[in-house]
């Protein structure tokens, strides 16, 4: 079997409306998660946990950048991803770009993610998305991977082993 890993390759703009890369972070862990912030279910729930672990690992997550980025860029404008994140998920920093930037950074990091049609979905679609953390070192290297199945122990007792 072969093992596709991730890597922290983008070029994309903040929720500040700052131009940001990888090379932005070079120093710190990353923990980056892509979603959207239509997102009923999934986001809310990966995004609150995952911010429970970080508070859960004191000094530890002053190494971690947390990246919340959007695969649904249409929508998401830094504007949006800044109100959602500061009140709701304040650890976290959202990304977007264009299409093709997104694309790029999707690819980059394997992410699956297809615009599909809901009538009951604001704007008529949702946009099911994968819904794994990926843990990058501070040199850009693949530490770990967490699915949204994981219970918050777990992911926060591997972070702790993996932040260095
Ligand atoms: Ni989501």
Not at 14 to 42: I, M, P, Q, W
Not at 55 to 81: C, F, H, N, Q
Not at 100 to 126: L, N
């Amino acid at each position: 079997m072969v093992t596709v890993r991730p890597v922290a390759n983008f070029d994309l703009t903040d929720h500040n409306g700052r131009s940001v890369t990888e090379a932005d972070f070079a120093g710190s862990h990353l923990l980056v998660y892509f979603g959207f912030t239509h997102c009923k279910v999934v986001c809310p729930r990966s995004l609150g946990k995952l911010s429970r672990v970080l508070d859960g690992l004191g000094e530890k997550a002053a190494r971690v950048t947390a990246l919340y980025v959007t695969v649904d860029p249409a929508r998401d404008t830094p504007e949006v991803m800044r109100a959602y994140l500061e009140h709701q998920h304040p650890r976290f920093l959202g990304l977007t770009g264009s299409e093709e930037q997104i694309a790029r950074a999707k690819k980059a990091f394997r992410v699956f993610a297809e615009f599909t049609g809901d009538d009951e979905a604001p704007d008529g679609y949702v946009v099911p998305h994968s819904a794994i953390a990926y843990l990058m070192g501070p040199d850009g290297d693949h530490l770990d991977h967490f699915i949204d199945a994981l219970e918050e122990e777990e992911v926060m007792q591997r972070m702790s082993a993996a932040i260095w």
